[in-house]
């Protein structure tokens, strides 16, 4: 049981060039999320998944998309990387409703 | 929009002492969790309370609704307790995500 899984743990792009966040989750949880975390700003919601085929944004949607490819599988995709989107990006699920939430461990992107 | 505070931002106490930190929220929730974040990153849930007190081992998590407050306090507390402990709120009573304080960076020194 692997909990909560990112991938890649770490990752240097250009300015300008997409990449994807991939997270999976073996709990047979049925919500997920993408957050991001800067220095003195805390964690911040970019958007969630309730349920599998549905998606909703956060608090700071904008530069992102994401899919949910299956129940496990919630995919975070940068379209045009820019510097701003230089943080740790973590993805997290629960059950559902009020529930504790299980981090991922977290993806380090640096926008150069 | 709900707006998570907590105090202090950084403590620095040593082993053994008793570790009080304090979080307050502007708007009723359906939910508080703590967290705890080591350094290197992982993110671990310790709590998830929405009236009351719970205790695990030398952490308990206290909330008052009315207040709109929650103190989660150390016991004892040990230099591998040293982490960022952080705060957050279910606004909502579905699956939306949580909104967070900026955390508060504990040192404990043996």
């Known amino acids: 049981n692997a909990g909560v899984t990112q991938t890649p743990k770490f990752q240097v792009l250009k300015t300008g060039q997409s990449m994807t966040l991939q997270c999976a989750q073996d709990?047979?949880?049925?919500?997920m999320y993408w957050y991001r975390q800067d220095p003195g700003m805390g964690l911040r919601l970019i958007y969630y998944?309730?349920?599998?085929?549905?998606?909703d944004k956060g608090e700071v949607p904008n530069g992102y998309n994401v899919s949910r490819l299956n129940k496990r599988e919630f995919s975070l995709r940068l379209e045009s990387a820019a510097p701003s989107q230089t943080s740790v990006y973590f993805c997290?699920?629960?059950?559902?409703?009020?529930?504790?939430?299980?981090f991922g461990p977290g993806t380090r992107l640096l926008v150069l | 929009k709900n707006e998570v505070e907590q105090s202090p931002q950084n403590l620095t106490a040593q082993e053994g002492e008793f570790i009080t930190i304090n979080c307050s929220y502007s708007v009723g929730i359906s939910a508080l969790h703590w967290l705890q974040q080591h350094p290197g990153g992982g993110i671990v849930s310790l709590f998830m309370?929405?009236?009351g007190k719970k205790k695990h081992g030398r952490l308990i998590a206290t909330i008052n609704i009315q207040e709109k407050h929650s103190s989660l306090h150390i016991t004892a507390s040990h230099p591998r307790d040293s982490a960022v402990y952080i705060c957050?709120?279910?606004?909502?009573?579905?699956?939306?995500?949580?909104?967070f304080g900026k955390g508060t960076h504990l040192i404990i020194q043996p």
């Open positions: 957050a709120v279910n606004s909502g009573g579905g699956a939306d995500g949580l909104t």
């Open positions: 997290a699920s629960r059950r559902g409703g009020l529930e504790t939430q299980y």
């Open positions: 309370l929405s009236s």
């Open positions: 998944s309730a349920s599998e085929g549905t998606t």
């Open positions: 709990m047979n949880h049925n919500s």
